[in-house]
C-alpha cells in the first residue's frame, strides 16, 4: 500500500497564527509529518490536518492541491472530516 503524500502543498508561508496559508500545518507539525512513515500514520495525520483545515476555515484551495498530488502517487484521499 503507497504512503500517502505530505499534506504540504508547497506554499509554505506562515501567516494564520504561525500556520501555513497552503496547508493549515505549523512549521512544528511540517517537521513531524516528514517523520511519519508509514501508510495507516500518516492517512491518520492528514486526515487531523484536515479536521484543522475545517476548524480554522479558508483551506478549500487545498482539496484539488492535495487531490492532485494523491492522484499522481495512485493514492485515494482521505475523506474530509466534518467541521467541529
Known amino acids: ?3 500517502p503524500p505530505s ?22 507539525q511540517k517537521a513531524l509529518s516528514k517523520q511519519v512513515k ?3 500514520a500518516r492517512r491518520a495525520f492528514v486526515t487531523l490536518v484536515m479536521a484543522q483545515q475545517a476548524v480554522m ?3 478549500r484551495h487545498w482539496d484539488a492541491a492535495y487531490a492532485k498530488a494523491c492522484a ?4 485515494e484521499m482521505p475523506q474530509r472530516p466534518d467541521a467541529a
Open 57 to 59: 476555515g479558508g483551506y
Open 72 to 75: 499522481k502517487k495512485g493514492v
Open 1 to 3: 500500500m503507497p504512503k
Open 38 to 40: 508509514k501508510p495507516k
Open 7 to 28: 499534506p504540504c502543498i508547497g506554499v509554505c508561508k506562515f501567516k494564520r497564527d504561525a500556520h501555513c496559508i497552503g496547508c493549515s500545518m505549523t512549521r512544528e
